[in-house]
């Protein structure tokens, strides 16, 4: 952030950037999604994210 509170853009060449890992709840555990099988990131990726609204 600068002094005004915008964000500053910080651009990362490719070699100093890192994965990451995305873990989502299946079943009841969490796992992460590079262990999933073809179907299981298929359906992964067709998933709608909400937002619930704040009751205030």
Not at 13 to 24: G, N
Request: charged share 35%; with cysteine.
């Amino acid at each position: 952030m600068t002094r005004n509170g915008v964000a500053k853009e910080i651009q990362l060449r490719d070699e100093e950037r890192t994965r990451c890992e995305v873990w989502t709840r299946v079943m009841g555990y969490f796992r992460p999604v590079s262990q999933f099988n073809v179907g299981k990131k298929s359906e992964h990726a067709e998933r709608k994210m909400f937002h619930e609204p704040s009751p205030l």
